[in-house]
């Protein structure tokens, strides 16, 4: 493997040789890649410039909190790298174009690039009256998706109505909304879900795809393991207040404000398979999550709970076990934190590497991470 050519792409991010090296070392832990696939994901990004994939991004139903994600990441370089890395050619809401015009340059790219791009579809696809509560340039959603997924080298579905039907299919459906699998029988869908989706996932998912040339292993329901393979709850910050049965009851109350576990105000991490607790949001490391600060999860990224199963209502839970081994739980006025545990550890040591990477690289920002918690 040849050392990675870093000058260019350090110098336009503005961060050190050994910084950027250890951002790539915790994606790659993000993966579960070993520390010699760092390098290669290094080169892919440092040579960006040559091998950039042509990338044609749909909108359907949504709020555009996809994209937003990766626009407003509060981590200075994250949308730069992605945009950087990539040859967008046609992208609804960044497009400075519009009209007939923009519509010729995606049909262009899609033909000049048969078999290699990329699509990603993002928002969820109507398809009752013919998917006519959804068109763009005159033409149905629908029509777009499929048009643009014939001749795609590799499908994403980013956000969970693009990857299930998200909000838009919330019963009763008035418009017969799907994700994108559905209207795509026979093609591989990689789906991304959560509401908003992590930037990071789709960094990781894409970065895997342009420097290996394959998509990285995906569990049953097409996600990309590396992100969806665990339980939130065999991971989160407040489990130690599960197993010991301290549990807050109401918003405010004293158990909340203690940062005890939101399981009884209908908390979902005991059913959804998430890398939310290691990798958190806004800025790695130095980020928040929804249990973080005293919001339950409600089960965005699952098919079946999220937008569907009401907010207030108990959260099955999967797994009964509790560790072995009691955490200890060390308690500062308003926070938690916990100094064992062998399941949070897991997720923990993840965390700690992406955090670590991502602190460094955001040199001027704030570099807090203690888990924040709720004093509402
Ligand atoms: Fe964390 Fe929710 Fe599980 Fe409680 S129920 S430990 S808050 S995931």
Redesign the pocket.
């Given at each position: 493997m040849r050392e990675p050519q870093t000058d260019f792409v350090t110098r336009r991010l503005g961060v050190s040789r050994r910084d950027f090296l250890k951002f790539c070392t915790g994606i790659a832990a993000t993966m579960g890649l070993p520390g010699s696939a760092a390098l290669s994901l290094a080169d892919t990004i440092a040579n960006s410039a040559q091998q950039k994939p042509v990338v044609i991004w749909l909108h359907g139903q949504e709020c555009t909190g996809p994209t937003e994600t990766l626009l407003r990441a509060e981590h200075p370089t994250l949308e730069r790298l992605i945009l950087d890395m990539i040859s967008l050619e046609y992208h609804q809401t960044l497009d400075a174009g519009a009209g007939h015009h923009v519509e010729q340059a995606k049909e262009k790219a899609i033909a000049a690039h048969a078999g290699k791009y990329l699509l990603v579809i993002e928002g969820s696809i109507p398809t009752k009256d013919g998917g006519i509560y959804c068109k763009i340039a005159d033409k149905t959603m629908l029509a777009h998706t499929q048009e643009a997924a014939e001749h795609a080298g590799a499908i994403i579905a980013f956000g969970s109505c693009a990857s299930w039907g998200g909000i838009p299919s919330a019963g009763p459906n008035p418009t017969g909304a799907k994700g994108a699998y559905e209207v795509l029988p026979g093609k591989t869908v990689v789906n991304i879900p959560g509401c908003p989706p992590n930037p990071y996932n789709f960094l990781a998912t894409v970065l895997h795809y342009v420097t290996f040339g394959t998509l990285p292993e995906l569990d049953e329901k097409n996600r990309p393991k590396f992100a969806y393979g665990r339980l939130?709850?065999e991971n989160?910050e407040?489990?130690p207040?599960?197993d010991a049965g301290r549990f807050a009851t109401e918003f405010g109350d004293e158990g909340h404000r203690q940062g005890w576990?939101?399981?009884k105000l209908g908390?979902k991490?005991?059913e959804t398979y998430a890398n939310c607790p290691a990798v958190e949001f806004n800025d790695v490391g130095g980020g928040t999550w929804p249990?973080g600060v005293g919001h339950?999860?409600f089960g965005c990224v699952e098919e079946g709970v999220g937008f569907t199963k009401p907010l207030f209502s108990l959260?099955t839970v999967k797994t009964h076990t509790p560790p072995n081994a009691f955490p200890t739980i060390e308690q500062r006025q308003g926070s938690v934190k916990m100094t064992g545990g062998a399941a949070a550890l897991a997720g923990a040591a993840v965390g700690a590497v992406l955090g670590a990477t991502g602190i460094a690289i955001a040199a001027n920002k704030k570099t807090t991470s203690d888990t924040t918690e709720s004093d509402s």
């Open positions: 939130i709850h989160c407040r489990r207040h599960f576990c939101l399981y908390c991490g005991p249990i339950p999860c959260s």
